[in-house]
């Protein structure tokens, strides 16, 4: 499938993974939001330059509460989750529901590298080049019904190998939810990798949800179900503190969290940039601004 959009980036712009510093990353990543237009645009073109994270980093500061609520419990405590073999229920307003494995469900999909911003509600971000493909495909694939307006999703809950679960730090299991349109965005990615190897288990293997104009919480991890819905599904964070987490939870600077600012954020590693820079809203994904039209997003936030 070919790319679509100026401000994601390809494995091209992305050197090895022993290579951190890439300036054709940092080029493209100025230019293509700048040409974006509008004041995001504006505001990314005032921005550091993009540097895509190390691996290390990117699979040792986690949010992934089945394994504790420490970032770095998840990479400590997940070592014995079983993801292979692995199953996923597509069910609700489909055509063609079933429980099917992972590597069914993917055979045939169009498998992409794509850089992304990650950020998250706690108002630090990384940049994480994944691999996988649209959600859109396999809703295709899936066959919408006519009359779904939203996509739910739900995490595995194993509590012999998840000590959070366990302790029952938040209710589980995870759940979360799309509107979808937003579920058919190109942008929506269905991640099953990073830098070309397959997911760690703290980073939500085998496969997870990636939208990264949301904060993080949105991008739900290894998913076991998918279910196509005429109403608004539950969402955990929301269903904890709907005062605090929003069910859009789209990244808007404007919008402060309850307890702390969303203007700016701490960018993990960085080097040079470690500096805290200021929030781009949606992310720095402008041309998802179109499905929030006559919304006002202070208030549906």
């Not at 992305?14 to 290579?19: D, E, L, R």
């Not at 498998?111 to 396999?138: H, T």
Request: net charge negative.
């Amino acid at each position: 499938m070919a790319h679509r959009w100026t401000n994601t980036y390809t494995a091209s712009d992305v050197t090895p993974k022993g290579v951190w510093l890439n300036r054709r990353a940092v080029l493209a990543g100025m230019t293509g939001l700048a040409a974006a237009g509008g004041l995001a645009g504006q505001a990314a073109a005032q921005q550091a330059p993009l540097e895509p994270n190390t691996l290390e980093e990117i699979t040792s500061y986690n949010n992934f509460y089945e394994f504790g609520t420490g970032k770095d419990d998840p990479a400590k405590n997940s070592g014995d989750m079983v993801t292979d073999p692995w199953e996923v229920t597509i069910d609700g307003m489909v055509d063609n529901p079933g429980t099917f494995s992972l590597q069914d469900l993917i055979s045939d999909m169009t498998m992409e590298e794509r850089i992304y911003r990650f950020r998250c509600v706690e108002a630090w971000s990384m940049v994480v080049p994944w691999n996988g493909f649209e959600l859109a495909d396999l809703l295709e694939k899936a066959g919408v019904q006519s009359g779904a307006t939203h996509v739910a999703f739900e995490t595995a809950v194993m509590p012999e190998v998840m000590p959070g679960v366990r302790n029952r730090v938040i209710d589980f299991p995870y759940v979360e939810g799309l509107r979808l349109d937003e579920a058919m965005h190109p942008l929506t990615l269905m991640a099953t990798g990073i830098y070309g190897e397959p997911l760690a288990n703290q980073n939500g293997a085998p496969i997870r949800l990636v939208v990264p104009w949301k904060y993080g919480f949105k991008s739900i991890k290894s998913i076991v179900r998918i279910t196509l819905t005429d109403e608004q599904p539950k969402a955990t964070w929301n269903d904890i503190n709907a005062r605090e987490y929003g069910f859009y939870s789209n990244v808007n600077p404007e919008v402060d969290h309850p307890r702390w600012s969303q203007a700016s954020e701490r960018m993990i590693g960085g080097g040079l940039f470690a500096s805290r820079q200021d929030t781009l809203m949606f992310n720095g994904y402008p041309e998802v601004a179109s499905l929030y039209e006559g919304m006002d997003l202070s208030v549906d936030f």
